[in-house]
Structures are given as structure tokens and as C-alpha cells.
């Protein structure tokens, strides 16, 4: 298995997405909860440089496709005054843990590649700052969500299989009924990416398209 693929592109994404969720057999029929966006809060984890930049090392060929489906999604929330977070990944040898033997290179502060990627407006929003794959390990996402009254939890960003196959799992432990975009998350390789989205899908997550929950958004809007 090549370690990297490119395998959602701006031209084969929607194709690419609807196929996967063919994959995940009863999954759309398993749905326990409805998508509310008045109860819910867009998580957009770790879309840094260092992700997102060719000439980074830890490049992922497939995120370029999901930065539009994001940011219309954000600039949705914004106008109806949802909950936006972003999630920054940053390390020092102090509170990176096993992660600092597994992957032998952290992202520090310092690094310019730290810094989410300029397409994104999150000026004057949520960034939260976190050292591990699991966005609510040793953060204040949880009580930012309970204040804001939210009980629903929309997943997206970077890696699909890693940071945010983690949070979603985390999430849905502490009551949050969890929502993963098939085509708002991206990472390495098809492999990796559907293994999460069967895993999820069958006990922690309702997988769901990007243009699924603009269409609710709009919904409401209108009503």
C-alpha cells in the first residue's frame, strides 16, 4: 500500500465521497439522532501548513479537495452565529508524550508551518491549542461546548484516521452525538481513510456529507 494517495481531487471528490459511504453497509440507516445545527458546534481540527504544504514532510495530497467544503461550511456557521473551533496541534518534549517516540518529530510553536493555513477566517473564533490526537485530552474543548449549549458535534479537518477518528470516538464517550464529514476530512490514503469511516460508523458516528448539512443549514434558514 503507497503510504500517500491523492485520492479526493477538486474534480472526483463528490463522486469519491457518495462511493464511500456505499462502503459502509446500514450505516445511513443506523442513525440514532437527527443533525440539528442549533444544537451543534463545526470542529475543524489541525488544517495547518504542516499538513497542508507540499513541501512539508507530513503533506496529506487529498486535504487541498476538503479546504472549500470547510470553509463553506464555517462561513455558514458564522452567519448564523454556530459555533466554529478550530484546533491547532503543537508539541513540546513536555506534553507530547508517546507521540514524540511514534512519530520521532513535533510540531513546535516556532515551526511557521504551525500555523493553520490562511484560507480559513478565524479571527476573532475558537482556536484551541492541543498536544494530542484527541482534541478534548487535556483542553477546554469540553466545557466550551457545554457552555454554548451544544450537543451535537460536527468532525472534519486532519488526519481522518488519526486526530479525528480520535476526537470523534472521545466525543461520543462524553455524550456528544457525533457527526463525521466524508468529504470534510481527509489523511494519507483511501485505506486509511474508509477503515475510519467503517470503524466510526458502526459504533460512534453518523457519517454525513458536507452538502448534507449545508442543505439543513439552509433549511432552517429559510424556514
Not at 469519491?16 to 475543524?44: F, N, Q, V, W
Not at 479571527?123 to 450537543?151: C, M, P, W
Not at 481522518?160 to 480520535?166: D, F, N, P, S
Request: proline share 4%.
Amino acid at each position: 500500500m503507497n503510504s500517500k494517495t491523492l485520492y479526493f481531487s477538486p474534480d472526483n471528490i463528490e463522486e469519491e465521497s457518495l462511493a464511500m459511504l456505499e462502503h459502509l453497509p446500514g450505516a445511513r440507516h443506523r442513525r440514532t439522532s437527527k443533525y440539528d445545527p442549533k444544537k451543534s458546534a463545526l470542529l475543524i481540527l489541525d488544517m495547518q501548513s504542516y499538513f497542508l504544504e507540499p513541501a512539508s514532510h507530513a503533506f496529506i495530497p487529498s486535504a487541498a479537495a476538503i479546504v472549500p467544503r470547510l470553509k463553506a461550511l464555517a462561513q455558514s456557521y458564522y452567519s448564523r452565529n454556530l459555533p466554529v473551533i478550530f484546533t491547532q496541534h503543537l508539541n513540546t518534549l513536555q506534553d507530547a508524550g508517546s507521540m514524540a517516540s511514534w512519530w520521532k518529530d513535533l510540531i513546535r510553536i516556532d515551526n511557521p508551518q504551525s500555523a493553520i493555513i490562511p484560507d480559513f477566517d478565524f479571527s476573532n473564533r475558537y482556536v484551541l491549542r492541543k498536544s494530542q490526537y484527541d482534541a478534548f485530552y487535556r483542553t477546554h474543548l469540553e466545557d466550551i461546548l457545554h457552555k454554548k449549549g451544544v450537543s451535537q458535534v460536527v468532525v472534519s479537518g486532519v488526519m481522518t484516521h488519526l486526530c479525528c477518528e480520535t476526537t470523534a470516538r472521545s466525543a461520543f464517550v462524553r455524550g456528544f452525538e457525533v457527526f463525521f464529514i466524508v468529504d470534510g476530512t481527509a489523511t494519507y490514503n483511501e485505506e486509511h481513510h474508509l477503515a475510519a469511516l467503517l470503524n466510526l460508523s458502526h459504533g460512534f458516528a453518523t457519517p454525513i456529507l458536507a452538502a448534507e448539512i449545508q442543505d439543513v443549514l439552509l433549511e432552517q434558514l429559510e424556514n
